[in-house]
């Protein structure tokens, strides 16, 4: 499936709020990952073109970063940092409740990463699809628990 002309033109934008095409990579993938729900190779290699650089380069970012996906999967991603800061705040206590309360929702893929969220201020943290959510314990994880039993 191509990318829609809006999307093509987001992209686009993106570009030239860079000094160097190839740093608009991330975002412009996110931008048609947003679209399509996940990274097929044509969508990568269609935003390459987009963007102005090697299909090789827009892979290797789509197959480095946690937050791109290059196979189909759930509707919705959770995403649990389990660093340092975050496991001594509750992380595999929170992990275990979103399992546990979303286990019979099968779009919904609740995952452990190892990779810092950069706001261990805020532990613990979480990430559903694009979105972050900090200070998970208490009524935090109460209110994502049932933002996400809501839909
Ligand atoms: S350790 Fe979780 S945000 Fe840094």
Not at 58 to 76: D, R, S, V
């Amino acid at each position: 499936m191509s990318l829609s002309g809006r999307t093509r033109d987001e992209i686009q934008a993106l570009v030239a709020r860079f000094p160097e095409r190839r740093s608009a990579l991330l975002p412009a993938l996110k931008v048609a990952q947003r679209e399509q729900g996940w990274l097929p190779p044509e969508t990568i290699a269609e935003t390459a073109d987009v963007v102005g650089v090697p299909h090789s380069a827009a892979l290797e970012i789509a197959e480095f970063y946690t937050m791109l996906h290059t196979e189909p999967g759930p509707t919705t991603r959770v995403v649990v940092c389990a660093q340092l800061p975050c496991a001594l705040r509750g992380a595999e206590q929170l992990i275990r409740e979103l399992r546990s309360e979303l286990h019979d929702r099968d779009t919904i893929e609740v995952e452990r990463t190892s990779e810092c969220f950069g706001a261990c201020h805020r532990a613990p943290m979480a990430r559903v699809d694009d979105l972050y959510y900090e200070n998970l314990d208490g009524e935090g994880r109460k209110a994502l628990i049932a933002e996400l039993t809501r839909g």
